[in-house]
């Protein structure tokens, strides 16, 4: 069974520090890309950051400076380090793991977890 469990939100003030964990499970996770996602409410869900199965990284704008993903294929586990929160970095962040293939791609989702940056 695929499952993808994210870990480390919370309730934080501005300026301060989250870090989160996905624990993947049920699926070859070197080959996969992984990626965190976040939904604000009454907002789409937008990406975060991104690691493929290489290590090549990227961010949104939003975040850049701030987060660092990283991942450890050794424990099948993705981190994003979430530093100098602001209250727009509030919502539910999934993470996402995904790899193309001929025909289509696997594609497989969190539960999310809850993070609220107070002012």
């Known amino acids: 069974e695929v499952q993808l469990v994210e870990s480390g939100g919370g309730l934080v003030q501005a300026g301060g520090s989250l870090r989160l964990s996905c624990a993947a499970s049920?699926?070859?996770?070197?080959?996969?890309?992984i990626a965190w996602f976040r939904q604000a409410p009454g907002k789409e869900r937008e990406g975060v950051a991104i690691i493929s199965s290489g290590g090549t990284l990227d961010y949104a704008d939003s975040v850049k400076g701030r987060f660092t993903v990283s991942r450890d294929n050794a424990k099948n586990t993705v981190t994003l380090q979430m530093n100098s929160l602001k209250p727009e970095d509030t919502g539910v962040y999934y993470c996402?793991?995904?790899?193309?293939?001929?025909?289509?791609?696997?594609?497989?989702w969190g539960q999310g977890t809850q993070v609220t940056v107070s002012s």
């Open positions: 049920g699926f070859t996770f070197d080959d996969y890309t």
């Open positions: 996402n793991a995904r790899r193309p293939v001929f025909g289509g791609t696997y594609d497989y």
